[in-house]
């Protein structure tokens, strides 16, 4: 019976000691840092790895999720369930409710932003203050075919939207298919051009329709005309509404169509599916009164769980201060393949890539969903519904905009 | 239909007698009752609490990063009910519910008489038409969405090039060829497991209804709407409830098919509750959604209950 006690007493013992390891630290004396993760396990480890080298006194516990739903989706319950880790990723998704909801640490003043460019700072930021850290961007515009380019004498994707109009017509007098866009996300062309003319403005155009100043009829009225052409004007076939960004690159791989829209994402697949095709980059043609511009946004930024207690918030600092760093930033770039946007890192893009990497790194990027004040997804799905059907003809480009203006008024 | 009377009148009578001479009395009617009570916990955990939960939940603002809430009324079922998607996502799953319950049902009834014959390569074509039962909608959504590509190098408009100098059409880019589309591939991925159901009943009837039936000079057509569909209609019943529940749920196939496009035209109620739920924070308009949508479901289950029961009485 005394025995029986005896080993109760060390089993609770035992029990109790795993517990306080779960807690707080990692049972060899090293803190635990609790981080959830968007990257993939396999180009997490090596950073997490070159991490805890540079720190022997952190064990960073990690848990993945996929993007986008899966992870907005794990993150979300585990804050509401409080058991949401020290560090994870805020995005476009998520933003509003993570800062309205104080979830996130104010990052502001914190040295390892010092190296962050305004553009990511602001992206994750609100009424000046910084809530994640990104330390990469990416951007979107036009993927072109170089031979089948120069097949109707052309040499690159012209700056304006005019003379790609007639480049369009061109390449199909020539039998080519000359461009193709998918529209099952925002398209390419719409977020570039309105980027371009929010670039010029100041305050910028989204600060104006969410103000109550201006409205989307008034702003991306001119646009929506001007991408609808291409679709009334027969350059490109209404059926692009059912075709997703994958349709669209093996039409592009297996060289039958000229152009397309397309981000960095795709240039191993093509690569892979056609080893002799020669491609690049360029940004979207602008509008007469705009220029050349392109889609994109910073990437998710690293977040602090506020309800972290100090000492695990400082450890997370540590974290963010090393993935801002030259040695966290080449480590990232290699495992990730983003374009980097640190001060005190070059990164080394791929050259097809090279023409957006510029705009990337001076933030000359834009994509509603991101610049959007609130109610980011409401608008965004209705805005790619709304495009599909002006495609269609079942909507006028106006009343697009008004759709978009009544959903902001109602949500 | 003498023959099939019988058997409905014996258990009938039997059932009465055994009731008069139950032993044991009231304890052993509570013991009895007590087997059902794990049921009964597991329905009131997995579906009343969470019912009354999301029913909480709809009047509220709740964004699922907290739950520090504002009671806000009937809010979210004002914005649902004024909401053009929502309005067309409720159009196209019943749409797709009625559609797919109504073909499906047409086709697996002559598909299962015709396979439980006998003939070469019988368990081969069986297999043939259960097989689509076997993946995921999802997977099957993503295979079809490259066959069906509206492009000239998409798999049907390529062989219809190839074989009628047709095409190509928008299968998936036109608003009513990608409604008939998502509800075509969901025919064919359902008409050959409940095929496979009907299959399963028609091997319970007597071969000497038949006998006598032919005995009788009753021709093909009359032994099938005779014999055949009458004594089907149990499994009729399980049939179409399983179709119709499964149609108004639908979610996997018309969002990796089409992702509710184009525009609004394939969207449909479960894809609504996920986007607002899951992508859009919106927990309190989801949960207004859920909650219409189970009573909408309810009420057509109980409906389409009443009929086919109504049916089965008159029939068996």
Redo the contacts between chains.
């Keep these: 019976m005394k025995r029986s006690r005896v080993a109760a007493a060390v089993a609770s013992a035992a029990l109790a000691l795993s517990i306080t390891a779960c807690g707080s630290d990692a049972g060899d004396g090293r803190t635990k840092l609790t981080y959830l993760s968007w990257t993939g396990e396999e180009q997490m480890t090596p950073i997490i790895e070159a991490f805890e080298e540079a720190n022997p006194d952190i064990d960073v516990e990690a848990s993945y999720a996929p993007p986008v739903?899966e992870y907005?989706?794990t993150l979300?319950t585990r804050?509401?369930s409080g058991t949401a880790p020290d560090v994870f990723l805020i995005a476009a998704?998520?933003k509003?409710?993570?800062i309205?909801?104080g979830?996130v640490v104010d990052l502001t003043g914190e040295p390892f932003l010092e190296k962050i460019p305004d553009f990511n700072k602001e992206t994750y930021g609100r009424d000046g203050k910084v809530y994640g850290m990104s330390i990469s961007s990416w951007a979107a515009g036009y993927l072109y075919n170089k031979d089948l380019l120069a097949e109707a004498g052309y040499d690159s994707v012209p700056e304006t939207w005019d003379e790609f109009l007639q480049m369009c017509r061109d390449l199909e007098a020539a039998g080519i298919t000359p461009f193709i866009e998918s529209v099952?996300q925002m398209p390419t062309t719409l977020s570039a051009w309105i980027g371009a003319q929010s670039s010029e403005m100041d305050p910028p155009l989204d600060e104006l329709i969410f103000s109550g100043e201006s409205t989307f009829e008034e702003q991306w009225t001119p646009a929506l005309e001007e991408y609808n052409r291409i679709f009334t004007e027969g350059i490109v076939?209404?059926?692009?509404?059912?075709?997703?960004g994958d349709?669209v690159r093996d039409?592009f791989a297996?060289g039958?169509v000229a152009v397309i829209n397309a981000g960095p994402w795709v240039i191993n697949a093509i690569r892979e599916a056609a080893p002799d095709l020669e491609f690049e980059f360029a940004p979207v043609p602008g509008l007469p009164d705009g220029k050349p511009f392109q889609a994109g946004a910073a990437t998710p930024g690293y977040a602090i769980n506020s309800k972290a207690d100090e000492e695990k918030q400082a450890v997370a600092k540590k974290f963010l201060a090393f993935l801002a760093s030259p040695e966290g930033v080449e480590v990232f770039e290699e495992q990730t393949n983003d374009v980097t946007v640190t001060s005190d890192f070059e990164p080394t893009p791929d050259p097809a890539f090279e023409p957006l990497a510029a705009a990337i790194r001076e933030g000359e990027l834009y994509l509603p969903m991101i610049s959007w004040q609130r109610?980011e997804?409401?608008l965004n799905?209705?805005a790619?519904?709304?495009i599909?059907?002006m495609?269609?003809g079942?909507v006028s480009p106006q009343g697009v905009a008004q759709a978009l203006d009544a959903k902001l008024a109602?949500s | 239909m003498t023959t099939t009377m019988l058997p409905r009148a014996t258990v009938r009578e039997g059932l009465v007698a055994r009731s008069r001479r139950r032993p044991g009395g009231w304890k052993q009617l509570a013991v009895n009752q007590a087997f059902l009570l794990p049921a009964i916990v597991v329905f009131v955990f997995l579906f009343v609490v969470p019912l009354a939960q999301s029913f909480y939940w709809s009047l509220t603002d709740f964004?699922?990063?907290?739950?520090d809430v504002t009671f806000v009324g009937l809010s979210n079922y004002r914005?649902i009910l004024?909401?053009p998607?929502m309005l067309a996502a409720l159009g196209f799953t019943l749409l797709f519910g009625v559609g797919t319950t109504v073909v499906v049902t047409l086709i697996a009834i002559p598909l299962a008489v015709q396979l439980n014959k006998r003939f070469f390569g019988r368990n081969l074509v069986r297999s043939l038409w259960f097989f689509p039962a076997i993946p995921s909608m999802a997977i099957l959504g993503l295979v079809w969405?490259?066959i069906l590509?509206?492009?000239e190098?998409g798999v049907v408009n390529s062989t219809l090039q190839d074989l009628f100098g047709v095409g190509?059409l928008?299968?998936?880019?036109?608003?009513t060829l990608?409604r008939v589309s998502v509800i075509v591939v969901g025919i064919w991925a359902a008409a050959g497991w409940h095929a496979v159901l009907y299959m399963a009943y028609l091997q319970s009837i007597p071969n000497e209804y038949y006998e006598v039936a032919r005995i009788d000079g009753a021709s093909a057509r009359q032994q099938f709407f005779g014999i055949t569909l009458p004594l089907l209609t149990p499994a009729l019943v399980i049939s179409t409830f399983l179709l119709m529940t499964a149609g108004l749920k639908v979610f996997d196939l018309p969002y990796t098919l089409?992702?509710?496009?184009?525009?609004?035209s394939t969207?449909t109620i479960t894809q609504s509750i996920v986007?607002a739920g899951?992508?859009?924070?919106?927990y309190g308009l989801a949960s207004a959604l859920a909650v219409l949508f189970t009573i909408a479901v309810a009420a057509l289950a109980f409906g389409q209950l009443w009929l086919t029961k109504t049916i089965e009485r008159r029939f068996v």
């Design positions: 739903a907005i989706q979300q804050v509401l998704e998520n509003t409710s993570l309205d909801g979830h099952d076939s209404p059926d692009v509404v059912g075709l997703d349709m039409e297996n039958r109610s997804d409401v799905v209705e790619v519904a709304q599909q059907r495609i269609q079942q109602s | 964004t699922g990063y907290s739950s914005t004024t909401d998607s969405r490259y590509s509206p492009l190098s190509p928008a299968w998936l880019s036109d608003g990608a089409t992702n509710g496009g184009p525009g609004f969207y986007v899951v992508s859009q924070g919106r």
